[in-house]
T-cell receptor
């Protein structure tokens, strides 16, 4: 079975600090895509970052970067210079090439403190 | 532009009512999705449309009826719902070219549905 595990239900970080959210997944497939989505209290799921499994280079989007360890099946998200607007639920997800369904983790609720 | 819009933002309905949720995107995407999300849980896939045809129904009860009138619009018709159907309903779209559904999904802001 394909699964995604986010082991940190809740985290908090001081404004301007760096925080890392963990995500591990399990699949026997070789071609897949990984995502981090952010869902603020406003409810909309916003794509934060995407990683193709065949790419060794870690994806980066401004203050957000990932540490993708394919052999370990780990896909952590690092948020640098945390801002109050980063307060949200963060979902890790992956989808296998040739399938239609995202497999979501249970989410990590991140609170950025002033 | 990666915008998916949904109306209404909030909906309260009785168990005997009929209502509809609407989703629209103008990104030229050919795949559209309905999700149901309970509080503090990840979204659960309900339906997938590819090129305006229903591709996937994740064993959703018939009181939920999806419709895709054109490539930009997706509706979810609701009838005889139960209180446990109260949830956030999210729409998403992806490029879906050549029927490929593994590309990035872009979500709308959702409709908060309460069934009394």
């Amino acid at each position: 079975a394909q699964t995604v595990t986010q082991s940190q239900p809740e985290m908090s970080v001081q404004e301007a600090e760096t925080v890392t959210l963990s995500c591990t997944y399990d699949t026997s497939e070789n071609n897949y895509y990984l995502f981090w989505y952010k869902q603020p209290p406003s409810r909309q799921m916003i794509l934060v970052i995407r990683q193709e499994a065949y790419k060794q280079q870690n994806a980066t989007e401004n203050r957000f970067s990932v540490n993708f360890q394919k052999a370990a099946k780990s896909f952590s998200l690092k948020i640098s210079d945390s801002q109050l607007g980063d307060t949200a639920m963060y979902f890790c997800a992956f989808i296998t090439s040739g399938t239609y369904k995202y497999i979501f983790g249970t989410g990590t609720r991140l609170k950025v403190l002033a | 532009d990666t915008e998916v819009t949904q109306t209404p933002k909030h909906l309260v309905m009785g168990m005997t009512n009929k209502k509809s949720l609407k989703c629209e995107q103008h990104m030229g995407h050919r795949a559209m999705y309905w999700y149901k999300q309970k509080a503090k849980k990840p979204p659960e896939l309900m339906f997938v449309y590819s090129y305006e045809k229903l591709s996937i129904n994740e064993s959703v009860p018939s009181r939920f009826s999806p419709e895709c009138p054109n490539s930009s619009l997706l509706n979810l018709h609701l009838h005889a719902l139960q209180p446990e159907d109260s949830a956030l309903y999210l729409c998403a779209s992806s490029q879906g070219r050549a029927g490929i559904l593994t590309d990035t999904q872009y979500f709308g802001p959702g409709t908060r549905l309460t069934v009394l």
